[in-house]
């Protein structure tokens, strides 16, 4: 009996304690279930928002890896999924575009050649902005620094590819090209090539169709033969000889042959 009436006085000292804090935490029930409430909605939201977002991603994917690769559709892409890693990608192989119309014209149309250089290095530096991830970043600031010898601005180039060499997480092999790049254009030899470099981007000839060949190079050579001199007043033109006889009109070497033999 003492062991029954031990347990329900327990059990009351139990409940009178539940009741206490119940009272004490009761004004706060309604901000608690709110935050609970709020919290339940958030965790809703974020789930609906990351499903999007990868849905999003993939429709972008799919239209980089399915796109004809012309510069616009690529930058077209890069606009409207400005919010996935597809659009750098789109933005940067659009610099590549660029880049590669601009080595095809350099040799041709300077003006064109440098407007290309331009937008490719555009490209390449909104690419290298938004990128999070240091090999793609280094890659934008590769073309970048390439751009930008292009266009002759070789102090430029040579702070693209310091950012690369800041960069962690690059392979051994790629940071020691970057740096012997950066050695180079540093040195005088570098130096002395982009002062040749540019005065040959602004002083050669535009194209022309005069058979002078591209780039300023000295025109295709004349090899046609010279005309012939006119022929003084009262003399014959010359006559081929009849077969079987010389020039000079003697007999052939057979039949002289033939007659000094006894």
Known sequence: MKSERGQVQETNF????????LAQIR????????VIVVGVIGLIGYGVYATQRETRAARAWTDFYFSDTAINNLEAISK????TSASVWARMTA???????AMRKWNVDRA??????????DDYRDAA???????????ALFGLAQALEGMGKRTEAIDAYRRISSLTG??????????????????KEGEFFYVWYNEKRTDAPPPSNDGALPGGLPSIPDISFPPL?????????????????SAAGDAPQDKQDNQDKP
């Open 27 to 34: 004004p706060y029930l309604p901000a608690l279930v709110g």
């Open 14 to 21: 139990l409940a009178d304690k539940i009741e206490q804090k």
């Open 170 to 187: 690059l392979p051994e092999e790629y940071l020691t090209e970057v740096n012997s790049r950066i050695k180079w254009l540093e040195g």
């Open 112 to 121: 064109l050649a440098d407007q290309k250089f331009q937008e490719a290095a």
């Open 229 to 245: 001199s006119p022929l003084p007043e009262g003399t014959a033109p010359p006559v081929d000889p009849p077969a079987g006889e």
């Open 80 to 83: 409207d999924y400005e919010d």
């Open 95 to 101: 610099g590549d575009q660029s880049m590669a119309e």
């Open 129 to 139: 902005s938004r990128s999070a991830d240091s090999f793609v970043e280094s890659r």
